[in-house]
């Protein structure tokens, strides 16, 4: 026993004398080691790095589910209520809804800011097409992340034949005006949309289609607009909303796209909140409905809230692919809600339907062309 704490009697004389006099950094931290106790080493070796790396890892999550407590909810719409039948005349239709049928019915432009989203264009002009006066696109040879990327339409326009009698189509350069903040690049491209429009021949009391692409309204609604009057100025369009393809209704709807009647001077093409009515059941939202991984993986990287990427392997070709068929999150975020109910409630994946009623007419008719948009197909190329 005596040699033993001789042992630690001198170790401890010798960490003493060495902490005491100049020597090298690794020295230093030995001894200041030594002289912490178990419990000191655990917090500050085990739980402190545990609470960074979690913080790392699911900041964003916290963030979002402690959103209500930061931020309320916007002030609700007015919802208009919509009146549809396909045997019931359109003099019945406008006086259902308090408004009267026109002599002749407006003009339609539809415009829109063209990415990569080849079939859902196909999609909503064939839509469309019976009642749009003139069809504008815009498009740029790079990405609201500015990146480089070839002009998708351009190169696909042999698919788009029937519209092109009906057609404004322009190219803008690319690149980040500001930096490289994706939302300044995006208003950019609107404002030179608007500038497009004015080519296109659009007047006062036109109606203009404002909405993305994957946006699409219904035909019928378009038809009932055009033809009656009474309508608001302005009215935004309240979509039934899928993710990836229509297997996956969320529960959530999509408001931001709007048709307006158009003034000179005054109407400006944007993608946000316009005005407090909402046009019920008009059409049909279909955010990430790609046909094939790459594509996913363009779009994530492309578009403005590509910050949402916080590590490579949301990128992962095999994990988007079990991400489309288990109708998760592809960046593993909590729902964007204003209320902890609703954002309990909305948690883990999209309940699947089995619905494929009331869709594009254009899809149902080419069901093989587009078979990975209906229930049942999630499989996509290169997955």
Not at 63 to 84: A, N
Not at 304 to 328: E, M, T, Y
Not at 329 to 351: C, H, Q, R, S, V
């Amino acid at each position: 026993m005596a040699d033993v704490y001789s042992t630690y009697k001198k170790r401890d004389d010798i960490c003493d004398d060495v902490c005491g006099q100049e020597v090298s950094r690794m020295s230093r931290i030995r001894c200041m080691i030594q002289s912490l106790d178990f419990r000191t080493i655990i917090i500050l070796f085990v739980i402190i790095p545990t609470v960074f790396m979690s913080i790392y890892c699911h900041g964003q999550k916290v963030t979002y589910f402690l959103r209500p407590i930061w931020q309320s909810p916007p002030k609700p719409f007015i919802p208009i209520p919509h009146y549809y039948n396909e045997n019931v005349s359109m003099s019945t239709l406008c006086k259902l809804h308090g408004w009267t049928v026109r002599e002749y019915p407006r003009r339609v432009f539809d415009a829109v800011l063209f990415n990569n989203e080849i079939d859902m264009l196909t999609i909503r002009w064939q839509e469309l097409y019976p009642y749009i006066t003139q069809f504008v696109l815009l498009e740029s040879n790079s990405t609201f992340t500015s990146i480089p990327k070839p002009h998708f339409f351009a190169i696909n326009q042999h698919r788009f034949e029937f519209v092109k009698p009906r057609l404004t189509y322009a190219t803008i350069p690319g690149g980040s005006r500001k930096g490289i903040n994706p939302f300044y690049e995006e208003a950019y491209q609107r404002v030179a949309l608007d500038r497009l429009l004015r080519i296109a021949g659009i007047e006062d009391d036109d109606l203009l289609i404002m909405s993305d692409v994957d946006e699409i309204p219904s035909a019928h609604t378009i038809n009932l607009l055009r033809s009656c009057d009474g309508p608001p100025q302005i009215m935004h369009l309240h979509l039934k909303n899928f993710l990836y393809s229509f297997e996956f209704n969320v529960e959530h709807k999509s408001w931001r796209a709007s048709v307006h009647r158009y003034e000179k001077g005054k109407t400006r093409y944007a993608h946000y909140r316009q005005t407090d009515y909402l046009f019920a059941d008009s059409g049909w939202h279909c955010s990430f409905c790609f046909r094939k991984i790459s594509d996913f993986v363009f779009k994530m990287k492309a578009y403005s809230h590509s910050d949402r990427i916080r590590f490579a392997h949301h990128l992962d070709p095999k994990r988007i692919q079990k991400v489309i068929c288990n109708g998760d999150d592809l960046y593993d975020m909590l729902p964007e809600e204003f209320t902890f109910k609703e954002i309990i409630g909305n948690m883990g994946p999209i309940p699947h339907s089995y619905s494929a009623v009331n869709l594009p007419s254009h899809l149902l008719n080419n069901v093989e062309e587009f078979k990975y948009l209906l229930p049942g197909n999630c499989v996509r190329e290169g997955g």
